[in-house]
């Protein structure tokens, strides 16, 4: 079974500057990696698929890089509605796995 | 646009079995996606439970297998979970959801407003 480990846990970021969250997975999944947005007391919300196509009305400044093993999700200049947590997911055969999330708070 | 409403008891007691139904509003469940149910306990991460393509076929989350079945009635437009012999590690946020397809998984584009189902006596 595939591991997806995200880091940090939390991230404490100022407004207008740039988040980096980071997910490894236990082995390679290729592409197939999806990273999440969760608000509190939200349902999430898809942003980026195949590790960096970004989703249906989804900002620039959310991108998504690598392939294999590790994975990136850059948010360029964080906007006051994008403090959240985050979740990467991998869509392997016939199962779906979820990372442990980063929580990106306001420094 | 897609919208999907969980309905259920939101008290289940311990050993018995918890049933959850999704009715899936502005799109076909008959449509070339796979529909699914993800949990998560209050504050912490979300875990996929498993999902059912409109013709029957399902995958489930290894770790509970065999007590988790998943149902589809295409007639309704809906999709309904089952966990058998719950206990209070059950009591969690359930969420229905869509993932889609072009050609190849998409993401989970659509989500359910979510349920929080307890058990307990």
């Known amino acids: 079974e595939i591991v997806m480990t995200q880091s940090p846990a939390t991230l404490s970021v100022s407004p207008g500057e740039r988040a980096t969250l980071s997910c490894r997975a236990s082995?390679?999944?290729?592409?197939?990696l999806a990273w999440y947005q969760q608000k509190p007391g939200q349902a999430p919300r898809l942003l980026i698929y195949?590790?960096?196509t970004r989703a249906t009305g989804i900002p620039a400044r959310f991108s998504g890089s690598g392939s294999g093993t590790d994975f990136t999700l850059t948010i360029s200049r964080l906007e006051p509605e994008d403090f959240a947590v985050y979740y990467c997911q991998n869509y392997g055969t016939y199962i779906l796995t979820f990372g442990g999330g980063t929580k990106v708070d306001i420094k | 646009q897609v919208q999907l409403q969980e309905s259920g008891p939101g008290l289940v007691r311990p050993s018995e079995t918890l049933s959850l139904t999704c009715a899936v509003s502005?799109?076909?469940?008959?449509?070339?996606?796979?529909w699914t149910w993800v949990r998560q306990p209050p504050g912490k991460a979300l875990e996929w439970i498993g999902e059912i393509y409109h013709g029957g076929t399902t995958n489930y989350q290894p770790s509970l297998k065999g007590r988790v079945a998943l149902s589809v009635d295409r007639s309704q437009n809906r999709f309904s979970l089952r966990v058998t012999s719950v206990t209070a590690a059950d009591t969690v946020l359930y969420y229905c959801?869509?993932?889609?397809?072009?050609?190849?998984?998409?993401?989970?584009?659509?989500w359910g407003q979510g349920i929080l189902v307890t058990v307990s006596s």
């Open positions: 082995q390679s999944v290729s592409s197939n």
């Open positions: 502005g799109a076909s469940i008959s449509d070339e996606n796979w």
């Open positions: 195949g590790a960096s």
């Open positions: 959801a869509r993932e889609i397809y072009r050609g190849h998984f998409s993401g989970i584009d659509s």
